[in-house]
């Protein structure tokens, strides 16, 4: 039986009363070579199949998180403003952060964040809707404001990459909140930027520090690693891929969570991974991999 295009998942718990749900967006089919960069094809495919147009189907992830009374999203899709023709190259299926919601029984204006890891179609598209105006009406949509203004910068790489139309128009309603540097948000909650497949991506952390103050606290913490590690295939901390516009320090940033989250045993998200979330990591000889039982 295929799988439905939009689905949440159960809710799982984290310090400081935390809760987080994956909200399946839709699909996308990124063209395998950039995906996997420089990565030979006999590596990555013993774990990834391709289409006949040599494309990945990978997952639009959105979290759903509620903490100390307010409600975030994560990521908001492709949203609605693509071309038929982007559509199709890209293999997109769904991608509307608000009618994914909406059939799940969920509420587009019950959202007070938005967080966008970076400014990229995939990620940033659903920032608007179809008649130009902020998909959540309450929302104060977190930004780093190192990637708004590489957004607005003159860099050749970035030109028709990055969403800044969305982005100004956001502005323009007074929902952008640029933020610089690691951000608490609200309690359990903070961004905190990565770099490396943008200039301003950032990261989410999930759960208190220090965990909520109550004996039955689980006392656990997660990640949402936005496109620095988008799927659990890209696990091997030099897999960079050809969209990183910072591979080199794609690789420090990357090796450094990945020691943390294995060694504190974070649970991780990832934002286009096809497979059931979140997992938990380990450390090998040969690296890291996902954590059995």
């Known amino acids: 039986m295929p ?39 006999p590596l990555w495919s013993r774990f990834a199949e391709t289409d006949d147009r040599g494309r990945l189907h990978c997952r639009l992830n959105l979290l759903l998180i509620d903490a100390a009374g307010k409600r975030v999203l994560v ?23 608000a009618e994914a919601l909406r059939a799940v029984g969920e509420d587009p204006a019950s959202v007070d964040f938005v967080v ?9 598209g659903g920032m608007i ?13 977190v930004v780093q404001r190192e990637e708004a203004e590489a957004a607005h910068g003159d860099e050749l790489r970035l030109r028709g990459v990055m969403e800044v139309e969305q982005l100004d128009l956001v502005r323009s309603a007074g929902q952008l909140a640029e933020v610089n540097g690691e951000v608490e ?17 950032q990261a989410v952390m999930i759960g208190a520090r220090n965990g909520g ?4 606290d689980p006392h656990e913490r997660a990640i949402f690693f936005g496109d620095l590690i988008p799927t659990r295939w890209q ?4 897999w960079t891929s050809a969209y990183d516009d910072y591979p080199v320090d794609a690789v420090e940033v990357r090796s450094r969570l990945l ?16 497979g059931e979330l979140p997992i938990r990591l380990e450390a090998t000889e040969k690296g890291y991999r996902p954590r059995e039982g």
């Open 3 to 41: 799988e439905p295009l939009h689905a949440l998942s159960p809710a799982r718990r984290f310090s400081g009363n935390v809760t987080v749900r994956v909200l399946r967006a839709g699909w996308f089919r990124p063209d395998a070579g950039g995906f996997f960069g420089v990565v030979p094809r």
């Open 259 to 274: 020691a943390r989250a294995a060694a504190e045993g974070w649970w991780c998200y990832f934002t286009h991974d096809p």
């Open 235 to 238: 696990l091997p901390v030099r």
């Open 213 to 216: 103050g109550r004996q039955d």
């Open 129 to 141: 809707d179809a008649d130009g105006r902020p998909t959540f009406p309450r929302a104060r949509y």
């Open 75 to 97: 990521e908001t899709g492709t949203g609605t403003r693509l071309s038929d023709k982007d559509r199709d190259i890209k293999g997109v299926e769904g991608g509307d952060p």
């Open 185 to 201: 948000l609200v309690e359990g909650i903070s961004v905190t930027p990565t770099g490396g497949h943008t200039r301003g991506s």
């Open 116 to 124: 966008v890891s970076h400014l990229h179609y995939d990620h940033a």
